[in-house]
């Protein structure tokens, strides 16, 4: 079975422009969340996405946007970026959105933005 | 106070030893805990869940939850060059869209 699988791997923006980034989860999973880490930090929360619905929304501005489609899948949408959005963007799959359930990372989209 | 707080480290063992990292937590509420390993330039990847009071062993390593204590931990056993790596914890905090709160992370080098 493929795991979580991310698009693009690397990406590089100018400051202003607008990213999509692509979330596939583990077939079978439900629940999608996106997580922002910075170099050095443990990641942050961004958006969690169940049955298609927002489930959770973390500390970011309204720049940021996601989405999830009918076959599971997700986009997050980041406008006006920011030298500061330069991070690694995880995307984690799981199951279901109940508590002791585990959730697996794909392999991150690098964003550099310059 | 942080929600989730580990000791950054680095923390640096000899080769074979056993390798224990620790992480606390602030809320009492909280149901499920996390190890997730991140070598350089990676995604995190997971090796333990832990969720009752006790010890949990899978392989070479233990996850244990005190729950009173609010404290979880990890032991590598017999570590391995190939254990280097930044072990995060992450907790679902009670109450919330049962997203992970992670710790900023704990630095491990095991020494040949």
């Known amino acids: 079975d493929a795991g979580v699988t991310q698009s693009p791997t690397h990406l590089i923006k100018t400051r202003g422009q607008h990213v999509t980034l692509r979330c596939s989860p583990i077939?079978?999973?439900?629940?999608v969340s996106w997580y922002q880490q910075v170099l050095g930090q443990g990641p942050q929360f961004i958006f969690q996405?169940?049955?298609?619905?927002?489930?959770g929304r973390g500390n970011f501005p309204d720049r940021f946007s996601a989405r999830q489609f009918p076959n599971y899948s997700s986009e997050l949408n980041v406008n006006a970026l920011l030298l500061g959005d330069s991070a690694l963007y995880l995307c984690?799959?799981?199951?279901?959105?109940?508590?002791?359930?585990?959730?697996?990372f794909g392999q991150g989209t690098r964003l550099t933005v310059v | 106070q942080k929600e989730v707080e580990q000791n950054s480290g680095p923390l640096s063992v000899p080769e074979g030893a056993i390798a224990s990292l620790n992480c606390t937590y602030s809320?009492?509420?909280?149901?499920?805990f996390f190890w997730y390993r991140q070598y350089s330039g990676k995604s995190p990847e997971l090796i333990m869940s832990?969720?009752?009071?006790g010890d949990k062993e899978d392989g070479r390593f233990t996850a244990q939850l005190n729950k009173a204590s609010q404290y979880v931990s990890l032991l590598i056993r017999d570590s391995q060059p190939s254990d280097s790596a930044t072990y995060l914890c992450a907790v679902i905090v009670s109450g919330s869209a049962r997203q992970l709160t992670f710790g900023s992370g704990t630095q491990l080098t095991v020494l040949p």
């Open positions: 984690a799959s799981s199951s279901a959105h109940r508590d002791h359930t585990e959730a697996f």
């Open positions: 077939s079978g999973h439900k629940s």
């Open positions: 809320d009492r509420g909280s149901q499920s």
């Open positions: 996405y169940y049955e298609k619905e927002e489930r």
């Open positions: 832990i969720y009752s009071n």
